[in-house]
């Protein structure tokens, strides 16, 4: 079953920018944090933003100061602003509950051209 479908992946040049979606289903998404994660060929997949129900956030330091993760509770949605991308970016990105885990989606593949 279907608890998690992410999109916005696409192709885009070293630069330019893609904004991410992932739909959740259950009325416990707005309690529980979130993340985004991503995982390149041949790579584990790694947790590389997180927020909370209340709003804080993390991120790992590859990505500060260009990723923006951020919820929107009532409508079961994650999302992610990826800015001056890289080609180190490239990778499938999925989101899920850290604490949680619930079954993973499909992802959605972001790819960088350099």
């Known amino acids: 079953q279907v608890q998690l479908v992410e999109s916005g992946g696409g192709l885009v040049q070293a630069g330019g920018s893609l904004r991410l979606s992932c739909v959740a289903s259950?009325?416990?998404?707005?309690?529980?944090?979130m993340g985004w994660y991503r995982q390149a060929p041949g790579m584990q997949r790694e947790l590389v933003a997180s927020?909370?129900?209340?709003?804080?956030?993390n991120y790992i330091n590859a990505v500060k100061g260009r990723f923006t993760i951020s919820r929107d509770n009532a409508k079961n949605t994650l999302y992610m602003q990826m800015n001056s991308l890289k080609p180190e970016d490239t990778a499938v990105y999925y989101c899920?509950?850290?604490?949680?885990?619930?079954?993973w989606g499909q992802g959605t593949q972001v790819t960088i051209s350099s």
């Open positions: 899920n509950s850290p604490p949680v885990l619930r079954n």
């Open positions: 259950g009325s416990i998404f707005r309690v529980i944090e």
């Open positions: 927020i909370t129900s209340g709003g804080s956030t």
